[in-house]
Nanobody, 115 residues
Framework: QVQVVESGGGLVQAGGSLNISCSVS????????MRWYRQAPGKQRELVAT???????NYADSVKGRFTISRDAGWRMVSLQMNSLKPEDTAVYLC?????????WGQGNQVTVSS
């Protein structure tokens, strides 16, 4: 079975930094694209960052230059380094991983940025 577990969320002042991570465990044959989404109350879920199986990255315009998505060599963990945080970054951050040709979701990781 495959399990996706997120960690690293919390409360931070505007301008500060956080690193959140997403760890995949279980019987893994293949890991392909991994993504971070976020969802704030009253807003639609949005795609924040993607890293492909070939390590190609893509970011939402709102976070370019501030956030960095990365993975370890075995694709067991994906991290999102968030710098220069803004109050509008406040949301539940959700990890989505394509594992064994299926999509798996983490439970969500609250990030709150105060002004």
């Amino acid at each position: 079975q495959v399990q996706v577990v997120e960690s690293g969320g919390g409360l931070v002042q505007a301008g500060g930094s956080l690193n959140i991570s997403c760890s995949v465990s279980g019987r893994i044959i293949s890991i392909n694209d991994m993504r971070w989404y976020r969802q704030a109350p009253g807003k639609q879920r949005e795609l924040v960052a993607t890293i492909t199986g070939g390590a190609i990255t893509n970011y939402a315009d709102s976070v370019k230059g501030r956030f960095t998505i990365s993975r370890d060599a075995g694709w067991r963990m994906v991290s999102l380094q968030m710098n220069s945080l803004k109050p509008e970054d406040t949301a539940v951050y959700l990890c989505n991983a394509n594992v064994n040709w299926q999509n798996y979701w983490g439970q969500g990781n609250q990030v709150t940025v105060s002004s």
